[in-house]
């Protein structure tokens, strides 16, 4: 599946923002489903992003990855949790000061969409 920008709408992207809102599309190649990861090209065919797509929000791409050779999957799924889990556990030392803390923040961990909480031994999804 593959989404295509309006000329001059992959500026934001170009810029590293992970959001591509519904205005900026010009085309969707095929019927994404909800969630279902897409390539996101400029106008020319250029490769944008990768994404997840959302039908029905304002915000219609959420971005995973810029680059091309990823592939999302499981495996780039758990590591961006490991990598956001490392981050705040060794990094911040939030795991032995803390019981309570946000364990992956969506778009700033790399992973769009997708809170997680920690509180003591129990994480909210």
């Keep these: 599946m593959q989404v295509k920008l309006k000329p ?9 923002h992970p ?3 519904s205005g900026a599309i010009l085309s969707v190649q095929g019927t994404p489903l909800s969630g279902q990861v897409v390539s996101v090209h400029a106008h020319d065919g250029t490769f944008l992003a990768w994404a997840s ?9 959420r971005v995973w ?3 091309e050779s990823d592939r999302i999957d499981a495996h780039f799924i758990q590591a961006r ?3 956001a889990a490392f981050y705040r556990t060794l990094c911040l030392n939030l795991n032995t000061e803390n019981n309570a803390y946000r ?23």
Excluded: C, M
């Excluded at 797509?53 to 791409?61: A, E, V």
């Design 8 to 16: 001059g709408r992959e500026k934001s992207l170009l810029r590293g």
């Design 19 to 21: 959001w591509v809102f």
């Design 53 to 61: 797509f959302s039908p029905n929000s304002q915000i219609r791409l």
């Design 65 to 67: 990855s810029f680059k």
């Design 81 to 83: 949790f490991e990598q």
């Design 103 to 125: 364990l992956v923040h969506a778009e700033a961990d790399g992973l769009p969409g997708i809170i997680v909480d920690r509180y003591h031994q129990t994480l909210v999804f």
